[in-house]
């Protein structure tokens, strides 16, 4: 295994050695073909050695031979969902301020619970956590007049929320109703469904 990592770090290290020599101390452009081709290559082999950004983030103090990864680092082993491939705003932004905390001397994993966000005409929708499957739908709100929060169940657990017209934007709205679900997915919390449905239950007192 340590074989087949130092060999994907080299082919990396020889694909920027090769930019290096194209663009020179002279700063020669490449043509637009050549260039695509490089940043092709280099993608890539770093797609194969960076497959660990969780751990990159968590281990980087910025002392010599440490690395330190942030920013569209997509693909994660997340501490509560397991491998995931995440593409978005919120989740670079926030990969930012953890290799902040890294280079501060946290060891703290990134555990970063995952939200987007999409506007459909009049319509806004917030989501957060991740899943793929799930065994209960339970709905908080009103599906009639397309204002609720959903709960996805696997097992009992709470892995995943989404806030149509209700909930508040769980980055912003820290008191709200999306951002009380992302705790509950954070906590691996099991309550009940009905007490989830029920509207006079407090969610943070689930968490």
Known sequence: MLGRQLNRR????????????????RFEPLRPFELAALALQIGRHLVEVLDQPAQLVRRGRGDAGVEIAAGDVANQLHPVFGRVRVEHYNNAEQQGR??????????APYAYIHSFW???YQHKIEYVGHVT???????????????????????????????????????????????????????????????????????????
Request: net charge negative; charged share 30%; hydrophobic share 45%.
């Open 133 to 207: 499957r799930w065994d209960e739908f339970v709905v908080r709100g009103s599906v009639e007049e397309g204002k609720l929060v959903g709960f996805y169940l696997v097992d009992g657990v709470v892995r995943a929320a989404i806030g149509l017209d209700r909930g508040g934007d769980p980055e912003l709205d820290l008191d709200g109703e999306m951002a009380a679900s992302a705790r509950l997915v954070s906590t691996r919390a099991r309550p009940a469904p009905a007490v989830l449905a029920d509207d006079g239950t407090d969610l943070w007192s689930l968490a």
């Open 98 to 107: 953890a290799a902040a905390r890294s280079m501060l001397g946290s060891s």
């Open 10 to 25: 080299q082919r990396v290290l020889d694909v920027v050695r090769d930019l290096a020599r194209h663009v020179g101390p």
């Open 118 to 120: 999409s506007d459909q």
